[in-house]
């Protein structure tokens, strides 16, 4: 990697080495809280990625790494984790450096990162096979799990290295190897998360990270003929693009895919810890977060109350430099994405919304640089709304106000996602039987935003497919072999069909 007036060259990883791209030719990387250039990115084209897939398919079917047990894989796994610890704040300044997302939530998230890689690192050597009790004795039938193959990981720019961790942590340990295309906007952390793993020990090839765009490297990556499985977390219509692409040569995929998450306060909750979790639904990561909860719900008689402390909250709210640790909220991460907060914004003014708070980017000098927006609370809206049907990806809150647990479950319900769902009540009874008629992969009851390795994670209907994190992930990143032994000498009549 060179330095050039403070703007970093990267290069792409391959093969156990680090390489410029095919064409020499590189994606601009900017700081969206500044405006400045810092990075570039390679931008890998088709011979990349065949190199990629090259290298990963010859490390997968190597003895360095299929001949290696799992406990061994478990060990390089924990290796991997405490590198990542040892470089937390590294890689943290690169993530907000490049998505401009606060320097204290990528921290945070490095600092957990670990416990993945940790989590199926034990898990590892805990994979069994089972003994299946056939009817006729003299048969000995029992299972194998082994890996896919190559597994293609794409990853967006909210929160790359975490998003990245919950595909590689599970498909690593599960005896895999991996391309990754980090998103075009933040592949930098990806790249230097390679430098880190390059030094643990895994065999060459174990890893690949082919940077690029979307529609060039990503579709590659995802209809390549070699990948076995393609775990992708972004957009709806991109993951639709992924998954047909991965269909065209029959590879699984696990898609985690975008929300539009309800989070309901009832009149009996705690309205300080709802006020904190409501705010941390929508404005924490300016509302850049798959889990964003978009659709604040709240019982009619105490919507007056809890909308004016919710706006007088998000009004206090600190907009500026992701990097100081008082601030509260960053900017969007990409000029487009602050396009689509605006449009979305004046979506809709025009269908009927009223502006409580927010609902435009701030003037201040300081703040005029980078991607910023207010917080913004929209009152005067129904569910049925564009501004509550779609994903705005920004600090943007809907609500709405609803009388019965009848009613609010179905407002709640009514929309093509599924990915999670907050409750707010002191009533236990309540909360569980809310629990269970909520259409989302994971609900959230008087707490928004929690995740850990072992519980799983992904969404209903258009939220995604499959479940990333939590036991069964390390089963999606492999297959089962059934595997026959005759014990007796008994020839067998060959015309018929043998049990
Ligand atoms: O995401 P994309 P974008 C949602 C959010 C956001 C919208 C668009 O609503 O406003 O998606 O964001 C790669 N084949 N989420 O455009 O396109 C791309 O290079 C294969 C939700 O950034 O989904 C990147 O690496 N890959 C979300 C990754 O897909 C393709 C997080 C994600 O980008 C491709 C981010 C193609 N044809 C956005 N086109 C979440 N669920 O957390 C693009 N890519």
């Not at 050039?4 to 900017?30: A, C, L, T, W």
């Not at 990806?190 to 940077?211: C, H, M, Q, R, Y």
Request: charged content about 20%.
């Amino acid at each position: 990697m060179e330095n050039n007036n403070g703007v970093k060259r990267y290069q792409m990883y391959i093969g156990g080495q680090f390489i410029d791209p095919h064409d020499d030719s590189y994606i601009e990387s900017v700081n969206p809280a500044s405006g400045e250039l810092w990075a570039l990115i390679p931008k890998g084209e088709k011979e990349d990625v065949d190199r990629a897939f090259q290298a990963a398919r010859q490390c997968f079917e190597s003895d360095e790494w299929r001949g290696i047990s799992p406990t061994q894989r478990g060990k390089l796994l924990r290796k991997l984790a405490q590198a990542i610890a040892d470089q937390a704040e590294h890689l943290a300044r690169m993530e907000t450096q490049d998505n401009g997302k606060l320097y204290r939530e990528m921290l945070a998230q490095m600092k957990i990162i670990p416990a993945w890689y940790e989590y199926f690192a034990g898990l590892a050597d805990k994979v069994e096979g089972s003994v299946i009790p056939l009817d006729r004795q003299s048969v000995f039938n029992y299972t194998l799990r082994e890996p896919l193959g190559v597994i293609a990981c794409i990853t967006p720019w909210n929160s790359p290295l975490l998003l990245a961790t919950w595909k590689m942590a599970p498909a690593l340990a599960a005896g895999n190897t991996i391309v990754l295309k980090p998103s075009e906007f933040t592949s930098a952390s990806s790249l230097e998360f390679a430098k880190i793993f390059d030094e643990v020990g895994f065999p060459p090839g174990t890893l690949n990270v082919v940077t690029g765009y979307g529609h060039t490297v990503g579709d590659l990556i995802s209809k390549h003929p070699m990948a076995s499985k393609v775990a992708f977390t972004g957009g709806t219509e991109t993951g639709r693009k992924v998954a047909m692409n991965a269909a065209s040569h029959l590879a699984s995929v696990t898609l985690e895919l975008g929300g539009k998450s309800p989070n309901i306060v009832f009149a009996d909750a705690d309205l300080d810890a709802a006020e904190a979790g409501v705010i941390a639904g929508i404005f924490a990561a300016s509302g850049q977060t798959c889990i964003a909860g978009s659709r604040l719900f709240v019982e009619s008689s105490i919507a007056d109350r809890f909308i004016t402390r919710l706006a007088n909250r998000a009004k206090e709210i600190r907009l500026g430099d992701p990097m100081q640790p008082d601030t509260q909220m960053g900017p969007a991460a990409t000029p487009g994405q602050l396009k689509k907060i605006e449009e979305y914004v004046d979506i809709a003014k025009n269908e009927g919304a009223r502006v409580l708070v927010g609902g435009e980017r701030p003037s201040h000098p300081e703040l005029a640089n980078g991607l910023y927006y207010y917080p913004t609370i929209l009152t005067d809206v129904n569910n049925s709304m564009r501004i509550c049907q779609e994903e705005v990806f920004g600090p943007v809150l809907s609500v709405i106000p609803f009388d019965s647990e009848e009613e609010v479950v179905k407002m709640a319900n009514d929309t093509e996602f599924g990915l999670g769902a907050g409750i707010w009540t002191n009533d236990l009874k309540r909360s569980h039987r809310m629990a269970r008629v909520l259409e989302a992969g994971t609900v959230w009851i008087n707490t928004y935003r929690a995740s850990a390795p072992n519980s799983p994670f992904g969404g209903y209907k258009n939220s995604g497919i499959g479940r990333e994190s939590g036991l069964e992930a390390i089963y999606d990143f492999m297959q089962t072999k059934s595997v026959w032994v005759e014990l007796s000498d008994e020839i067998r009549d060959p015309f018929s069909i043998r049990t």
